[in-house]
Structures are given as C-alpha cells and as structure tokens.
C-alpha cells in the first residue's frame, strides 16, 4: 500500500506532462501549408494560428506597427524550402528558417532567420539569412485564423484578419 500511494503522485505527473504535450489542444494550434511548385521546389512551413476572437489586430493583437512578429503563435514560424530559391528576387539557400515578420501599414518586411527551432519570442536580428519587402492588400474575406497557403506558382501568402501579404518564391 505505501508503494501505492508513493507512486501514485509520480502517474499522475507523468500523465499531466503527457496531456500538455498535444499541441492541437492549444488555443494556438499548429498547421502546415505546403506544395511543390512547378520547377520541383518544395515549399513547406509549420506554424500555429492565433485566432482573432473580436480583438484588433496591431492594437490588442500581433503584429503591431514596427515590431518584429513570430509570424504566427507559440513556437517560430519554420520555412523550409528543398532547393536554393529567390524570394522576391532575393536568393535564399535551401535549409529551414525561422519565418518573422514586421507590419508597418501596406508595407511588410518578410524575415527569414537562421535560428528556426526556438520559441517564437526569441529573435536575434543578426542572425537574419534575408529580409524581403512586400506590399500587404486587403484580403476578399476576414481570416478569424492566421492561415498560410503555397500555391504552386510559388506564392506565399499570409491571410489574418482583413490583410493578405503575398510573396513569391521562385
């Protein structure tokens, strides 16, 4: 019996530690938007997706005007690509990124950072491999999920709220 009770508070952080670890249970979840574009390139990036739940996105919710955003929730956004590729005419190594971000009206800075597994909070500017410009358009439909799609010419775009960000990966 008193094995029984020492080991019974020990289950039950076992069983605790292992509840935690189902990411699809966050108010965050994890998604995946991938494709291969025309030329063989694959194009995959994991993130999570905050949802707007009737806050104001830059007042009340990420990103706000000027700072780095992890481009999604939780941990950083990764960007992975299997060939060597141009962002925006910009060339990116093939390998994983971290995928940030920083909104400043219509005008968008897209950063791909070396340092990709690591919570999303964590950046360090001078680890960035390259950083596009882009211009933001007003989507066709509010997205209540941030949500990322690859289309297979290549485009990228960025869906929250009432903003697209497109960027192209050739």
């Not at 994890?30 to 905050?50: C, E, F, L, N, V």
């Given at each position: 019996m008193k094995k029984l009770l020492f080991l019974l508070p020990i289950a039950m952080i076992a069983l605790t530690a292992c509840g935690q670890g189902d990411k699809a249970k966050r108010p965050s979840p994890?998604?995946?938007?991938?494709?291969?574009?025309?030329?063989?390139?694959?194009?995959?990036?994991?993130?999570?997706?905050?949802s707007v739940k009737g806050r104001t996105i830059g007042k009340d919710l990420e990103p706000m005007a000027g700072k780095v955003w992890r481009t999604g929730a939780n941990e950083a956004t990764v960007f992975e690509v299997s060939k060597d590729v141009k962002v925006e005419g910009k060339t990116l190594p093939a390998g994983k990124y971290g995928l940030y971000s920083i909104a400043n009206g219509d005008d968008w800075t897209i950063i791909f950072n070396k340092t990709w597994n690591q919570w999303g909070t964590e950046y360090a500017q001078d680890k960035d491999a390259l950083r596009v410009n882009v211009k933001s358009k007003k989507s066709s439909k509010f997205a209540e999920k941030f949500t990322i799609s690859v289309g297979k010419d290549g485009k990228v775009s960025l869906w929250w709220g009432d903003y697209e960000v497109p960027f192209t990966v050739e």
């Open positions: 994890p998604a995946k938007a991938s494709g291969t574009t025309a030329s063989g390139t694959m194009i995959s990036i994991d993130y999570s997706q905050p």
